[in-house]
């Protein structure tokens, strides 16, 4: 998910900010590899002969494991800090993101809740329904400690999402729509199993139009994913007063908001 969607400084209401105090300015932050916490991804079908991968629908993994493991270099990025006159913090990242955040106790937190969703529905006069849906909600935190004598800060970025994707599809339909039939089958062919053992007739992860699959008139597989990464920063002030960060650095229109996104492994 994009962070693009964040609003620009001058649509926001908090845009009129104080003269700079404390930690207030440019910053210089260093990032650490992506860690990524427990993911759990779970299944949810109502095909007849068919199935999820276990019967309680978490997702078990298969006899067949690939183990993927990577490395990465620390990065940089460079934020910008102003002080909104309501007391709340700014914090412009780059070339003009913008995250709202609070103050305690020299603990400055800045989150930003998201969402996307996407639904492709397909429908015939003569009756026949399917459709395919995306939903992606993601919250993300930066939460930094200011040390004053060290003037510096030091704290972490994290993100939580939950995607879910869900196909449906009629069960059965007139015989002259029979083509139409079968949509949803690159989900159940993808992630559902066969519980015919024996492999006698049509597979039954396969939705046909004149035989009844599902044990209700729509077929339906929902797919769920719940994860999240996380990045240690550290911050060290950039001597210059009112520097705006996108001109300064000389950062183009997307260039900011890319590395901004890729400080969350996409």
């Not at 969703?117 to 009756?127: A, L, M, W």
């Not at 060290?236 to 960060?245: M, R, S």
């Amino acid at each position: 998910m994009s962070l693009r969607t964040l609003l620009p400084v001058a649509l926001l209401p908090l845009a009129a900010c104080t003269a700079a105090p404390g930690p207030a300015g440019l910053w210089f932050f260093q990032y650490g590899p992506l860690a990524y916490g427990p993911t759990t991804n779970t299944c949810e079908e109502n095909f007849v002969d068919a199935s999820c991968p276990t019967d309680d629908g978490e997702v078990e993994t298969p006899d067949f494991t690939v183990d993927i493991q990577s490395t990465e270099s620390n990065g940089a990025v460079f934020f910008e800090l102003l002080a909104a006159r309501n007391g709340d913090w700014l914090m412009i990242v780059n070339d003009g993101l913008v995250l709202v955040g609070t103050e305690q106790d020299d603990v400055y937190s800045f989150a930003w809740t998201g969402t996307s969703d996407y639904k492709e529905t397909r429908s015939h006069v003569d009756g026949y329904d399917a459709s395919e849906m995306q939903i992606l909600n993601s919250h993300l935190t930066l939460d930094l400690t200011y040390d004053k004598e060290a003037m510096s800060f030091s704290g972490s970025l994290s993100q939580a999402f939950q995607a879910t994707r869900e196909w449906t599809e009629d069960d059965t339909g007139a015989e002259e729509l029979a083509g139409y039939f079968g949509y949803i089958n690159k989900a159940s062919y993808s992630y559902l199993t066969s519980d015919d053992e024996q492999g006698k007739g049509a597979d039954p992860r396969s939705n046909q139009w004149d035989t009844a699959e599902c044990s209700e008139g729509t077929c339906r597989v929902k797919l769920v994913s719940n994860g999240s990464t996380s990045r240690d920063m550290v911050g060290v002030p950039i001597d210059g007063d009112n520097v705006n960060a996108g001109e300064y650095f000389g950062f183009g229109n997307d260039e900011g908001g890319d590395l901004f996104v890729g400080l969350l492994g996409d």
